[in-house]
């Protein structure tokens, strides 16, 4: 019977937990179910690295409540989104669009990959090079061999 117990709360803490309340959960499941997908894709703007699903933040209570009321008026879910982008901006969005205003956002990870990798090989190459400068002259060669033998 512990064992079950045991298992039994591992399952329960192992499963995550939405700060969606019951009240604010939609009766029409089609629409409820559209408006999980789009707020795991909106940043709650209190806690700025959860979704306004996973916070427990009033702002975002507000915020998926508004949702959920674009949603019932019809709106499509580019519609939704365009919305509230509109209202509080692009950092709204968890993956921001990729344009021109947030190039450096999406490249500057290459970009800081391709100069870590041009230093590692430069090293090497370096590393190489002082070794094999390092090597003995003939004349030291000539005289290790006959201090050995």
């Known amino acids: ?18 700060a969606v309340n019951p009240d604010e959960i939609l009766k029409d499941p089609v629409l409820e ?13 209190v806690c700025q690295n ?3 699903d996973d916070s ?3 702002l975002a209570k507000d915020l998926r409540i508004l949702l959920r009321e674009r949603l019932q008026a019809g709106d499509s879910d580019s519609q939704v989104i ?4 509109d209202r509080y901006g692009e950092f709204i969005l968890l993956k921001p669009y990729f344009g021109r205003h947030t190039l450096l ?5 290459f970009v800081l990959l391709g100069v870590g990798i041009v230093i590692v ?21 000539e005289r290790l061999k006959t201090l050995l033998d």
């Not at 365009?82 to 982008?85: G, I, K």
């Not at 956002?105 to 990870?109: A, K, N, R, V, Y």
């Open 82 to 85: 365009s919305y509230l982008v």
């Open 121 to 141: 090989v430069m090293g090497r190459r370096r590393s190489q090079r002082v070794a094999v400068q390092d090597g003995l002259s003939a004349e030291e060669n």
């Open 50 to 52: 959860q979704s306004i």
């Open 33 to 45: 179910a559209r408006a999980r997908a789009l707020s795991t894709e909106l940043r709650c703007l």
């Open 105 to 109: 956002l999406w490249l500057l990870p």
């Open 1 to 18: 019977m512990r064992v079950l117990a045991a298992i039994l709360l591992c399952v329960t803490l192992a499963l995550p937990a939405w």
């Open 56 to 58: 427990d933040a009033p």
